[in-house]
């Protein structure tokens, strides 16, 4: 059998990135339906506007921090391209970041291969860059939060994980997942925590952790550690937030934050929500619907947290695809949210090809496209079939549920540092 090297993978995956964005260019100019993405538009008009000394709130619907138009600026001067390029290459980047997070949890080098692969030759992520959404940016600073995290760069982690819930606030799931990490149980003063190998048996791991209460995990919450990553992740947001806000008042608080903390979204979409806001958007929401609609969701995390936070990556995963299956909006480019963190769960899984994972991954996709089919109908067939489109959302909820549930069955649970008492009597097993 021939071995597929990490590194020739890689290089293919680039050439064909970069094959992807100039098809776009010659699809774009060519053919009647575009290939970049609508939000690439938005962006570059913003990142006009900047490079003229203007808002890039000027731009209606641009709901993203200026450091996106920022980024983007060359867009208006150098090449149209700058930002697929740029984006592209995000997309590479957390494939190497997602091999480099296996190899430091002792995966061997061929399973990091084959794991890796399900991200960069995923259509759905290898398009998303190319056509110009800035979604792999926010991926990529994830991993890298998580590489930080695992080598206790504890300074850089905190730093960045402050950016990225500047740049897109949905991260902010992670603060508390995060807190319960840094556990003291794991950590000895000038030490750098020991990691649990790939290879080694959790079973005990699994059942020392989960046997701990909800009060044992809340216990010596408050220690430097917490406190450090706290003050510096929220400094770097409050003043990365607070200097935008000096720039361009009240346009950016409301667009890039409390926008998508309030958003309403009348149009169709995957979110069970969208029939129920669709019929009632003449009228303003109460204070109690909107908090109901959050419920589900704020219930389903907490569970997840508490039961799930010393296995970090996976915990990511399951909150990732949690929140967005119970959102009040849903568009196709929330899945890379969840599929940059699907490879890092690969190696623990005990869920086989065949037939279980088949089945899963024909049904979340076999679940989209009947909504999709319904979405056809009604955007571009003009037809009243909002019912059976929200019926299709519903369905489309209960696979992303059934397969979350198979995912953690399947799942063997590892945390990511071995406890202090566990180094302890490993070193003791060695000097007898």
Not at 45 to 58: F, Q
Not at 112 to 134: A, E, K
Request: aromatic share 18%.
């Amino acid at each position: 059998m021939v071995e597929i090297s990490f590194r020739s993978l890689f290089v293919f995956s680039a050439v064909f990135r970069v094959f992807l964005v100039l098809y776009g260019e010659w699809q774009d100019a060519h053919m009647e339906v575009r290939y970049t993405d609508i939000d690439y538009v938005v962006f570059s008009d913003a990142a006009s506007l900047m490079a003229s000394g203007k808002s890039p709130y000027e731009r209606s619907t641009y709901r993203y921090s200026p450091l996106l138009a920022f980024l983007l600026m060359p867009n208006s001067f150098l090449h149209q391209s700058w930002g697929k390029f740029i984006f592209s290459a995000s997309d590479l980047l957390v494939g190497l970041l997602i091999h480099r997070i296996l190899k430091l949890r002792g995966v061997p080098e061929k399973l990091c291969t084959y794991s890796t692969m399900v991200w960069l030759f995923n259509p759905f992520t290898f398009t998303i860059g190319t056509r110009g959404n800035c979604e792999p940016i926010v991926c990529a600073m994830i991993l890298w939060i998580l590489i930080c995290l695992i080598n206790d760069h504890l300074l850089q982690a905190a730093f960045w994980y402050g950016l990225v819930v500047h740049l897109r606030i949905y991260p902010i799931i992670y603060a508390l997942p995060i807190i319960l990490f840094l556990d003291p149980q794991y950590f000895k003063p000038g030490e750098k925590p020991v990691l649990v190998d790939w290879n080694s048996g959790t079973s005990k791991l699994s059942q020392q952790t989960h046997s701990r209460s909800i009060s044992d995990l809340l216990t010596s919450m408050i220690t430097w550690r917490r406190i450090i990553f706290g003050l510096i992740s929220g400094s770097t947001f409050f003043i990365l937030t607070g200097l935008c806000f000096y720039l361009y008042g009240w346009d950016f608080l409301h667009e890039s934050l409390l926008y998508h903390l309030t958003r309403t979204d009348p149009r169709h979409n995957f979110s069970v929500y969208f029939y129920h806001i669709y019929l009632h958007y003449e009228h303003e929401l109460s204070v109690l619907q909107k908090l109901i609609a959050f419920l589900p969701q704020f219930t389903v995390q907490l569970v997840l947290i508490f039961r799930f936070a010393r296995d970090l990556p996976f915990c990511f995963f399951l909150q990732t695809l949690a929140f967005v299956a119970f959102n009040k909006v849903i568009t196709a480019q929330y899945f890379v949210w969840f599929f940059c963190l699907l490879p890092l769960l690969l190696p623990w899984s005990n869920m086989k090809l065949k037939w279980k994972g088949i089945s899963c991954v024909f049904l979340w996709i076999g679940a989209q496209t009947h909504w999709l089919m319904w979405g056809y109908m009604l955007e571009f067939r003009g037809k009243n079939v909002f019912v059976q489109l929200w019926l299709a959302s519903l369905l489309f909820l209960a696979a992303n549920t059934f397969v979350l549930i198979n995912i953690v069955r399947n799942h063997v649970y590892s945390p990511v540092f071995k406890q202090l008492n566990q180094i302890d009597s490993d070193k003791a097993m060695k000097d007898e």
